[in-house]
């Protein structure tokens, strides 16, 4: 069992969502389907089966929470040095051949959202660039060919996460 590392904000919510569907959502999906189970026959209940499907999707939910923060290490990017590239690292990347600047930040999984600049520390370029200086080419495999690129600039930066709620934080 490998551990997966994220930030605490990203455990806090995780957890938080852990416990709201164990000790609220159980309960409130349990009352739903004994009321369904009063209306009648079950084979043509439609609320029966949409209060069951539903949990199925919540228990398939609790289960994959309850895996993910029990494999977490929370680690608190700040406290890292950032002259090699780790978890937390905001990297600039130059295409050598196309001279196209690039710009990732290294985040666990449950953090990574590629569009905004966020990797996770699994993916391919993640690893690739992992235990690099700024200074440094690394080449990268892409269904495309060969890519080669030079490491511009290895720093900190405070990460921002906006989760689906819309809650913004920021460590």
């Known amino acids: 069992m490998h551990k997966e590392p994220m930030l605490r904000m990203t455990f806090d919510r995780l957890a ?20 369904a ?10 609320e029966y089966h949409a209060a069951k499907d539903r949990q199925g999707l919540m228990e398939a939910r609790i289960i994959e929470l309850g895996s993910i923060v029990s494999r977490a290490q929370v680690v608190d990017p700040a406290t890292l040095q950032h002259k090699r590239i780790s978890f937390g690292t905001t990297v600039t990347l130059t295409d050598m051949q196309s001279d196209e600047e690039l710009t990732y930040t290294i985040v666990g999984s449950q953090e990574s959202d590629p569009e905004k600049g966020l990797i996770s520390i699994h993916s391919p370029i993640a690893r690739m660039l992992l235990g690099k ?5 690394v080449s990268a495999q892409l269904p495309t060919g060969t890519k080669e690129y030079e490491i511009e600039a290895v720093r900190y930066e405070e990460i921002v996460i906006t989760f ?7 460590i």
Request: proline share 0%; charged share 50%; no cysteine.
């Open 16 to 35: 938080k969502e852990l416990e709201q569907l164990k000790n609220v959502e159980r309960g409130i999906i349990a009352k739903i389907i004994d009321e």
């Open 37 to 46: 189970r009063e209306l009648g026959d079950l084979k043509e209940n439609a």
């Open 133 to 137: 200086e700024e200074g440094e080419t």
């Open 164 to 170: 689906k709620s819309d809650e913004r934080d920021q």
